[in-house]
């Protein structure tokens, strides 16, 4: 007996497209699913990751929603920078990012610190982007979804605010 299953790739018979987001066929007995605009994406059964063949971009699914995943840190910074953009026009100040913890070393030479020298923890050793303050996330271990998504901004009063809310690719 064959399972149905197997004869797709790991997301399924059909998924939305990560750049324009529409629903896209899987290509049977093969890993690849194919967008008529943005070409061939392919499912790696080992990472879980989605990987668009003609960039090399990866993306990660985390309840329905793709979040690519950066190798470059110019990338993730602008990817932070046109969140709270949208925040910004949509009247709310953002008063913190939260970095996924697996970007720790790529962004942590681009991080702004007053007085990087310093030892003691005083306000002005926290590191920053964009002049707000930066926290890592917790271990994936003890929330899964930091696996996957990149970042959390937290507005005023305090409310994270989660990114796919603000998608760059819409
Ligand atoms: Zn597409």
Redesign the pocket.
């Known amino acids: 007996m064959i399972n149905p299953g197997l004869q797709y790739p790991i997301f399924g018979s059909e998924i939305k497209?990560p750049?324009?987001r529409?629903v896209?066929p899987a290509l049977t007995l093969t890993d690849t699913y194919l967008?008529s605009?943005?070409g061939a994406f392919e499912a790696d059964p080992k990472t879980g990751d989605l990987v668009h063949l003609q960039s090399g971009r990866h993306w990660r699914l985390w309840q329905g929603e793709w979040y690519r995943q950066h190798t470059h840190a110019d990338s993730i910074r602008f990817e932070i920078h046109e969140a709270l953009d949208r925040l910004y026009t949509e009247g709310y100040r953002a008063t913190k990012v939260i970095i996924a913890r697996r970007y720790r070393d790529l962004v942590s030479t681009y991080l702004e610190r007053s007085t990087p020298w310093r030892s003691n923890a005083g306000d002005g050793s926290c590191p920053r982007l964009y002049g707000l303050p930066v926290d890592f996330s917790p271990d994936p271990a003890e929330e899964p979804c930091w696996e996957t998504i990149n970042f959390d901004l937290e507005k005023e009063p305090g409310v994270p605010v989660r990114y796919p809310y603000y998608r760059v690719f819409e």
């Open positions: 497209c750049h324009c529409q896209i967008c605009r943005h």
